[in-house]
């Protein structure tokens, strides 16, 4: 999934108002671009959401596209993050036909990808795994041979890397607002 060398990742802060994913994810359309995954949900701030889109597209009509974005009044921040210097992730839900014979080779796959079982019927087994895309690719790979009744991804959320500077402000700032609370 993540080595389509024509993926671009953008993660777009949005005002939180019926009708901006539609507004958003049809310019894409008109432009003729194919969204390749689509996440969505509150921000950090009240009132904003974050959209993370996996688009299939050339750098250069790529500008073009942020610049249309950038005109929809509800966009506040386009940020397009390269795969390097990213964390990337997503959730992965299967249900796993696993027979009473086949269930502990199909529990012992789920340990090594550090999934967890959600359920266990007769003959399946629904299991949930979250992590970088590849790994997903990998533990979906795997699953198939004992076949999949449903499999279900949310999509990829991103956010750029910290660099080591913003990493020590972080914890800075964490430990500030522990002494706050502490103090009040």
Do not use: C, W
């Amino acid at each position: 999934m993540s080595d389509f060398p024509n993926h671009h990742i953008l993660s777009v802060l949005v005002q939180n108002r019926p009708g901006v994913l539609a507004r958003v994810s049809g310019l894409f359309a008109r432009r003729g671009f194919n969204i390749y995954s689509l996440a969505v949900a509150p921000a950090e701030e009240e009132g904003f959401s974050r959209i993370t889109i996996v688009v299939d597209v050339e750098s250069s009509p790529l500008e073009q596209v942020t610049k249309q974005l950038f005109k929809l009044i509800e966009v506040v921040k386009i940020s397009e993050l390269d795969p390097r210097r990213s964390v990337e992730r997503e959730l992965l839900l299967a249900t796993v036909r696993a027979a009473a014979e086949q269930r502990s080779q199909v529990v012992e796959l789920t340990s090594i990808f550090e999934g967890k079982i959600l359920a266990v019927g007769v003959d399946a087994v629904t299991v949930s795994l979250d992590g970088h895309p590849d790994k997903l690719d990998d533990f979906e790979e795997l699953i198939a041979s004992y076949g999949i009744v449903e499999l279900q991804r949310t999509g990829r959320v991103a956010l750029p890397n910290l660099d080591r500077e913003a990493r020590q402000r972080a914890v800075n700032n964490n430990r500030n607002n522990q002494d706050k609370g502490k103090a009040g």
